[in-house]
């Protein structure tokens, strides 16, 4: 039933990245749909290369026209629904974040990146009034250094902080694996490790995220 969307401006930030880690890690318990909202359908692309699991869906083609019967018809059959869309400056971004339970901003960690993020930010917070009650959202740091924190990435989550945005705990670091996933089909569990360096650390890191956000889908539903 919750319904999960990936919004932010800017193309590479890591929006579909995180929209398939987190729907294969969530289908290893429960039901998902996928909605590619994205005109360019990436994740039905990456649902082509097969290796899908059975509690898994893919729903193409999602666009203004269809998105509100989209999410409706995902929410009644899946325990999750997570949308990938394509930039924020949209209808079907509105649309998705006005639908959505919890609403995650994936930004990479510089200080060009946040403040692209804070056109996001805005849109969420539009809903927000729209709706009369504050849209539930989060920003994930995406492509981070798993070895070293930067500067740069301490000093943008530190200007997120003061600005009051929510910032996850947990980062979505850079790793081969998560890549991987797009060229060869399927979740982390369905990758060799022999092939892909460092999957174990990519499978903690992807396993810990899920974790924090059904943690606040949790506190969400429960209000
Ligand atoms: N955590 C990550 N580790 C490694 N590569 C990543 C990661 N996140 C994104 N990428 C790569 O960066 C590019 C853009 O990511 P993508 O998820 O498509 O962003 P968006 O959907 O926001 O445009 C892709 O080539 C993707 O493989
Ligand atoms: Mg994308």
Known sequence: MPVISMISPKGGAGKTTTAVILATELAASYTVTILDADPNQPVKQWADLGMQKPNLKVVPGVNQDN??????????????????????????AAYAVGMSDFVLVPTQGSILDARQATKALK??????????????????????????????????????????????????????????VFAYGGGLSDLDPKEVANLDKAKINAEKLTAEIVGHIKEVMAK
């Open 123 to 180: 849109v969420i917070r539009d809903a927000g009034r729209l709706s009369g009650k504050a849209k539930p959202h989060a920003v994930v740091l995406t492509r981070t250094n798993p070895a070293i924190k930067t500067k740069n990435l301490t000093h943008v989550a530190r200007q997120l902080n003061e600005a009051g945005v929510p910032v996850l705990r947990t980062e979505l670091n850079e790793r081969e694996a998560f890549r991987s």
């Open 67 to 92: 998105i509100t019967d989209e999410v409706e018809a995902a929410s009644a059959e899946s325990v999750f629904v997570i949308i990938d869309v394509e930039g924020s400056a949209s209808l079907t």
